[in-house]
């Protein structure tokens, strides 16, 4: 079973999961990661539930269509939506900026300007 490590204020938590879990569908029924994961919709159109990957993400399929439209240059930063991927293989992830909202497109464009 896989292994996943989230960090999130300064707490690290592991829990395996099975196989082909989707830590957005767990977390909405109350398992692993819950209640330390953010999502809301569940369906990649909001982009609560996005996460930089630590480490594991040389096992995850390329980004989809989704991913792209809402992450855009985040991609390029590790960033991927939880609620968009099956873990097959242990994974380390990260929720440390909430790019559902504005102040998201604030930081990026304060990393451009540095």
Known sequence: MPIVILHKD???LRDEV???SNLVVRAGVRKFPYPDFKYRCGMGKCATCASRIISGGEHLP????KEKKMLGEWLDRGYRLACQLWIEHDI???QDVNLADGRAL???AEDKAS
């Open 10 to 12: 300064g707490e690290i």
């Open 18 to 20: 099975p196989a082909k």
């Open 62 to 65: 390329a980004p989809n269509w």
């Open 92 to 94: 380390e992830l990260v």
């Open 106 to 108: 604030a930081l990026l």
